[in-house]
């Protein structure tokens, strides 16, 4: 089972990855982690994607694709992956398709977990994280014990400049500019499903494995 996690910064896509991946025994993919264990295995790949990190240059899309076909080539994915932040332009996707295929291969599912932007500013901008240990919390969700003190460390929360309102604007109009076509992208290849992401996050859950089936 190939599954492709689609989704607006926010939307809780890499929570619902990890528990599909924790259900169905598949990785749970990522290309940040994909990066780094390249980087620290110090592979040719690795070495390459790290000269650009370093300039703080964007990975170019052949360079993540072959990362990527490297990672889903690997003995735990043979009954299938999840991959979470990945395809996130067209291109990316044409290059996984035409890689995939080579290998007589293909994605079975692209899952878009629906949540309206102003639900994600307003999610988004609950979020605390604590200065002294990372400790993250939500005002609503996971509020701390005493209003702006850690649980864990005692230390001072703080809203991050990530979660702030006008930086959370600008990461969706990216996504809306960039990988909202992937939407049409998976649905011409028959292959997107759509959950609604403003319910509770088991329920979330729920509506994914009755996509995917038991």
């Not at 040719?44 to 000269?51: C, F, H, P, V, Y």
């Not at 300039?55 to 991959?83: I, N």
């Not at 200065?131 to 850690?150: E, Q, R």
Request: charged letters at 30%; glycine letters at 10%.
């Amino acid at each position: 089972m190939k599954i492709i996690m689609l989704g607006a910064p926010g939307a809780g896509k890499g929570t619902q990855a990890k528990k599909i991946a924790a259900k169905y025994g598949i990785p749970h993919i990522s290309t940040g982690d994909i990066f780094r264990a390249n980087i620290k295995n110090g592979t040719e790949l690795g070495k390459k994607a790290k000269t650009y990190m370093d300039q703080g240059l964007l990975v170019p899309d052949e360079l993540v694709v072959d990362l990527v076909v490297d990672r889903v080539s690997q003995d735990d994915c043979t009954k299938g992956y999840v991959l979470d932040g990945f395809p996130r332009t067209i291109p990316q996707a044409e290059a996984l398709d035409k890689a995939l295929e080579a290998k007589g291969q293909k994605m079975d599912y692209a899952i878009d977990v629906d949540v309206p932007d102003e639900n994600i500013v307003k999610r988004m901008g609950g979020r605390r994280a604590c200065v002294g240990c990372g400790a993250t919390y939500h005002l609503v969700y996971a509020a701390p014990k005493k209003d702006g003190i850690c649980d864990v460390c005692g230390g001072e929360l703080i809203l991050r400049d990530d979660d702030k309102p006008e930086t959370v604007e600008k990461r969706l109009h990216v996504y809306h500019d960039q990988t909202q076509p992937l939407i049409d992208y998976y649905t011409k290849a028959g292959i997107l499903k759509s959950v609604d992401g403003t319910v509770d996050m088991e329920d979330v859950f729920g509506a994914i494995v009755s996509i995917l089936g038991e």
